[in-house]
């Protein structure tokens, strides 16, 4: 009965305009690199041209490892932040919103290396070079648009599980593309 009298509209104030603009995304790049500056894994999910996506994976990696291990995992650059940490021999970084929150989002990184770990048994830089496609499944299943979907690890590696079942499926039938991988 309320609401036919009143009119409904966002409450006034800054906190409820950021909180009602769904418009921005959680993370905007997830990259993976090595201590001498290889890219071992990239991910986009913000539409980003082709020569710009090089130019940014070229800046941010190369401002990430100029960094020594004493400083804040924390960056701020044109108007986003990067937040990254090193495992071993890995940087997992991240770029995204200044307003967003870098220790969830250091959070999310720690989660996809435990699952990371989980799978292949203490992973290496090997195992994401070896296995990328591996890797990425793992990070799409985790992440959707740039958001974290799914927390439980255990989900995560039963539909790992599940897409090894069905890949070792697909290598047992006869076709003639496994004919030519039985050959090789």
Not at 65 to 89: D, M, P, Q
């Amino acid at each position: 009965l309320v609401s036919r009298t009143l009119p409904w509209r966002w409450p006034s104030g800054a906190g409820w305009a950021r909180a009602a603009r769904r418009d921005r995304m959680g993370i905007e790049l997830l990259l993976l690199v090595n201590r001498q500056g290889k890219v071992r894994l990239t991910k986009f999910y913000a539409d980003v041209d082709k020569k710009d996506k090089q130019r940014v994976v070229r800046e941010v990696s190369s401002m990430v490892l100029g960094r020594t291990h004493k400083l804040c995992n924390f960056i701020e650059w044109r108007g986003k932040k990067i937040v990254y940490k090193r495992y071993a021999s890995l940087y997992f970084v991240t770029l995204i919103d200044a307003e967003d929150n870098e220790l969830i989002t250091l959070e999310t990184i720690h989660h996809y290396v435990e699952n990371l770990d989980k799978y292949f048994g203490n992973v290496a830089e090997l195992d994401i070079i070896f296995n990328f496609h591996k890797a990425y499944y793992i990070l799409d299943e985790l992440l959707i648009g740039g958001e974290l979907q799914e927390t439980s690890k255990r989900n995560v590696l039963k539909a790992a599980g599940a897409q090894d079942d069905m890949m070792e499926e697909d290598l047992k039938r006869d076709t003639p593309l496994n004919r030519i991988k039985l050959k090789v």
